[in-house]
């Protein structure tokens, strides 16, 4: 079970606010969820390599030329608030 | 002339286009009023204007997440509302290097999240045979557009059926390759290690030539291989000698009428000359579990970069952390969260072996369960669904149920290996799919049966237009 205190827990590790409604909500759900993902937990895993990538890949490499990137111009088109040639943002504060 | 190319696939029109009989700025032009036109949600941006050189194939729908220089690319998400990205996506760039333009932008489950498109933040999609149900996720703006013939033919994503399970619910082809054939540069990312790019398509020949070329090992995605060898266009008329495995049959969630259309399906095969028998893949049903702890675990990190710094909207008015998650709590939509939130858990400190560290090996005898399976048979079958189109919001209060949607086609993704769905008939007056599978690039083999399949099932079954 996911208690209230977990889920405010989580929800500030992933830097995401949430309403109190959503906290209830959150701790219902993610229990329910988290409880079928335990069903897991039956199969006997003792030996078993875990999968992290399914092609059989090692170390790709490629020549190393320098080939130009986003300028910084159009890196910042997109920025809700571009100042001075950089992202601007609010103080990170006190805390 | 228009009524008659609605009703081509794109390949036909191809054909149309190189005989001289429509200019491929005409072709162009019908089928961006024909999107233009669409009235079941299934775009979120059309082309504006038909290019002064249009290609020498059809032009191609792409989902919302592929982003393509200068034009909206939000990932259905409304925390990148306005986003134009710089650049376009590698398998983009490959179809327009090949002739093929961008008609336009498909509607879809934010950030590829969901069964049912429900979950995009510009609104649900309907499916053209029932404007009352889904028409399937999260490429349901795509399925819907080849479908209802707002498109010739679509790209989408497929992390854990986000291709196959709408192209079913929609009544056509959607292929999902083995992870690496197609690039995955550009495309907005939701779970990388499932992620892959393929085609929804009228017919399987379709699905081939969009897939020849979406293809290709790119310097930008070093996870990217590319398929070894040529993909011929699909040309088995029979199946003799050909192994097919099928599981999944005695599945309690079942529709009885899915069961039968596939049982038919099973039968044409073995009157193709193909065998059929029963197998078994014992940690299928864990997939789902396993799924829904890599997924969102890997999307918790990939969507760690909406913040409000360097694109989409920005909210709140305090210090540098309630900007974070000001922007974050009201950008994204409530399965993200979710999503976000079972992600994070996963990977927390004290977690992470637990739920992450066990999905990966679950993971791992998923792909056994394959391996031994393609050393009996060729193909592995089943229903892409375990249920037609269902209705809109019959799903959405049960997070748990609509997981429970993607049984048959989570397995694949996580093997890594190519599946594709085939529409093979329908229960209920509603589209039903057929899903072959096959070890790791096999697809021009996969292609090859599916299209003697789609041949003898004669699939004519086509939604009001």
Known sequence: ??????????????????????????????????????????????????????????????????????????ALEQAPDAAEGGFRVPSPGAS | MSDELLNLTASAQAKRIAAGEVSPEELFEFWRGRAAGDDLGSYLWVADETPDDAGALPPVAVKDLFCVEGVPSTAGSRILEGYRPPYTATSVRNLQAAGVRVLGKTNQDEFAMGSSNENSGFGPVQNPWDRQRVPGGSSGGSAAAVAAGTAPWAIGTDTGGSIRQPASLCGIVGMKPTYGAVSRYGMIA?????????????????????????????????????????????????????????????????????????????????????????????????GIAAYYVIAPAEASANLARYDG?????????????????????????????????????????????????????????????????????????????????????????????????DYYTVPMPLAGIPAISIPCGLSEGLPVGFQIAGPAFSEARILDAAHALEASIGFEGVPVR
């Open chain 1, 1 to 74: 079970m996911i208690d209230r205190d977990q889920v405010l827990h989580v929800a500030k590790l992933a830097r995401l606010k949430l309403t109190d409604d959503e906290v209830d909500r959150m701790a219902a759900e993610l229990s329910k969820i988290l409880g079928h993902v335990e069903t897991m937990n039956e199969l006997d895993l003792e030996g078993v390599e875990p999968t992290s990538h399914v092609v059989d890949l090692t170390n790709v490499l490629r020549e190393d030329v320098p080939r130009s990137g986003l300028s910084r111009q159009k």
């Open chain 2, 190 to 286: 939701f779970a990388s290690s499932l992620d892959q790019c393929g085609p929804l398509t009228r017919d399987v020949t379709d699905a081939a030539v969009l897939l020849r070329h979406l293809q290709g090992r790119d310097p930008c995605d070093s996870t990217s291989l590319g398929i070894p060898g040529d993909i011929p266009l699909p040309s088995a008329e029979r199946l003799d000698g050909q192994r097919f495995g099928v599981w999944g049959m005695e599945e309690p969630g079942l529709e009885p009428g899915v069961a039968d259309t596939v049982r038919a399906t099973l039968t044409r095969i073995e009157e193709l000359g193909g065998s059929v028998k029963e197998i078994e893949l014992p940690n299928a049903r864990h």
């Open chain 2, 309 to 405: 710094v360097r694109y989409g909207p920005r909210s709140g008015d305090g210090d540098l952390n309630s900007m974070y998650e000001q922007t974050r709590h009201d950008g994204f939509g409530d399965e993200v969260k979710r999503r976000i939130m079972i992600g994070t858990y996963a990977l927390s400190s004290g977690y992470y072996e637990a739920y992450y560290g066990t999905a990966q090996k679950v993971r791992t005898k998923i792909a056994q369960d394959f391996s031994a399976a393609f050393e009996e048979v060729d193909f592995v079958v089943s229903p892409t669904s375990a249920t037609v189109a269902f209705k809109l919001g019959e799903r959405t209060a049960d997070p748990l149920a609509m997981y429970l949607s």
